[in-house]
């Protein structure tokens, strides 16, 4: 049986990337759960996602989260604050 895939958007309509369906989903409420109720810049948001989902994703985990960030920045549930330091938070 072959693995479903997702193709992502990019928030500057760049290509999106292929990937596997099941990788997409995990990554995706790893992150929405981390910036719920709280904004995070990019390190602290990455280094929860490395701390909680280290031993359960067998890949990369910054690859893949730097690619669902910016999949679910072009599909408007998260966005960056215009603060400094810039920070992302649930739409």
């Given at each position: 049986?072959?693995?479903?895939?997702?193709?992502?958007?990019?928030?500057?309509?760049?290509?999106?990337?292929?990937?596997?369906?099941?990788?997409?989903?995990?990554?995706?409420?790893?992150?929405?759960?981390?910036l719920r109720n709280k904004e995070?810049?990019?390190?602290?948001?990455?280094?929860?996602?490395?701390?909680?989902?280290?031993?359960?994703?067998?890949?990369?985990?910054?690859?893949?989260?730097e690619t669902v960030k910016l999949?679910?920045?072009?599909?408007?549930?998260?966005?960056?604050?215009?603060?400094?330091?810039?920070?992302?938070?649930?739409?």
């Amino acid at each position: 049986m072959t693995e479903e895939k997702i193709l992502t958007k990019h928030p500057l309509g760049k290509s999106g990337r292929n990937i596997s369906k099941h990788k997409y989903e995990t990554m995706k409420q790893a992150i929405v759960e981390t910036l719920r109720n709280k904004e995070l810049t990019h390190t602290e948001l990455f280094n929860q996602l490395n701390k909680s989902l280290k031993g359960k994703f067998s890949d990369n985990i910054s690859w893949y989260a730097e690619t669902v960030k910016l999949d679910l920045e072009a599909r408007k549930k998260i966005e960056r604050t215009s603060s400094k330091p810039q920070k992302y938070r649930l739409k």
